[in-house]
């Protein structure tokens, strides 16, 4: 086995201009966990893995570097589908779907697919140079516990491998998890569309569940007493009347447990929303981020900020006028007079019709669908 630590940019591309690689069988690591995997066309070796996991044909994961290869591929997501890959990937969640393209036929099951994006920054970028997505499967035999002990797994498992893509070790986790891997189904016995739960790793499926049936925009200021409660009430608002598939929330950064500002109370209870004299600001947690679709922020330092907390949430956080084609920040209006809240409230409306009137086009692109 051929060890390639921590490599490079330039030492990827030297190594498969050396060799492709278009038969090796590949130690690598997800971000989660270490898999065994080849490329997608390298029908003989995924037959090799599965004698040596000492299985028949079964399904293997597909790891694509970005949502933008389903376009590259040619493969076409359910819509709601979609919604769900913006907020989870890259991350530990597979979603496996009807795909009919011969190339993908020796990995799937019942004609679906199982994709991810994985978390490993490294991997990622590997897998653009392999210019094809790489099947990957956990490192064991069939119905035993996967390996993740680097050191056992190379004393047990090492002949099974051709060449190792070892991480820096400190990205490596100490604590393993399997990815949550969901089956999307087109009809229900009700006659909608629905996701199943096939395996539930690190990623909660109630959370999943929740996302796909109203998936969740949530807005942030500093102290979540001004800017953001007006955005996330106008927004709720425009929902209801609109009757979209969308909810909202709103938190801050800074700590929770204070009622809104007198000026944006004001503001909203004049346009008939009397549920702002009932919000207690938040400020924002782990949580919060996995659970939101998009995570709009009043200002580029909020966003910077949250961006370098939860990098594995970048793509899905930008500002509010950032999604709605628009340049630097909606001031804070804290210890201004209401005239200036006017305007401030004016301007996060028109920036809300202009979301809504996106979503409902289907233009929203996030970072990672660039």
Not at 148 to 156: G, P
Not at 162 to 181: C, G, R, V, Y
Not at 222 to 241: D, H, V
Request: include cysteine; charged fraction near 25%.
């Amino acid at each position: 086995m051929i060890k390639v630590k921590n490599p490079s940019e330039k030492k990827l591309k030297k190594l498969l201009t050396k060799d492709p690689l278009n038969q090796s069988s590949i130690l690598h690591y997800t971000g989660s966990m270490w898999g065994i995997g080849a490329r997608l066309s390298a029908f003989a070796t995924i037959e090799r893995i599965n004698r040596l996991k000492q299985r028949s044909k079964a399904g293997m994961i597909a790891l694509i570097p970005d949502i933008s290869w389903f376009s590259r591929l040619n493969i076409a997501v359910p819509e709601r589908l979609y919604s769900l890959m913006q907020q989870y990937f890259p991350g530990n969640l597979s979603f496996a779907f009807d795909v009919k393209d011969p190339r993908f036929d020796h990995i799937a099951v019942n004609g679906k697919v199982a994709f991810r994006v994985p978390s490993d920054p490294m991997l990622r970028h590997f897998i653009e140079l392999l210019d094809e997505p790489m099947i990957s499967t956990s490192v064991n035999f069939s119905n035993l516990p996967a390996e993740n002990n680097l050191e056992r797994l190379e004393k047990v498992f090492g002949s099974w491998f051709d060449i190792a893509l070892l991480p820096h070790p400190k990205t490596i986790q100490e604590n393993f998890s399997a990815s949550t891997l969901l089956e999307y189904i087109a009809k229900n016995e009700a006659g909608l569309e629905d996701i199943k739960c096939l395996r539930e790793g690190s990623v909660p499926f109630y959370e999943v569940k929740n996302s796909f049936s109203l998936p969740l925009v949530m807005f942030v200021c500093t102290a979540n007493i001004c800017r953001s409660p007006i955005a996330e009430k106008l927004f709720a608002r425009m929902i209801k009347e609109q009757n979209m598939r969308l909810t909202t929330d709103s938190c801050g950064l800074l700590e929770g447990g204070h009622m809104i500002s007198m000026s944006s109370m004001q503001l909203l209870v004049e346009q008939g929303i009397l549920e702002a004299q009932e919000h207690v600001s938040k400020k924002i947690s782990p949580q919060m981020v996995a659970a939101s679709w998009l995570i709009l922020t009043m200002e580029e330092r909020q966003r910077d900020f949250i961006r370098q907390a939860h990098p594995e949430a970048a793509h899905k956080v930008l500002t509010l006028n950032e999604i709605t084609g628009f340049e630097g920040d909606i001031t804070d209006p804290y210890g201004s007079e209401l005239d200036f809240y006017r305007e401030t409230y004016s301007i996060i409306e028109e920036r809300l019709k202009i979301l809504m009137q996106r979503i409902k086009n289907k233009d929203i692109k996030l970072n990672k669908d660039k």
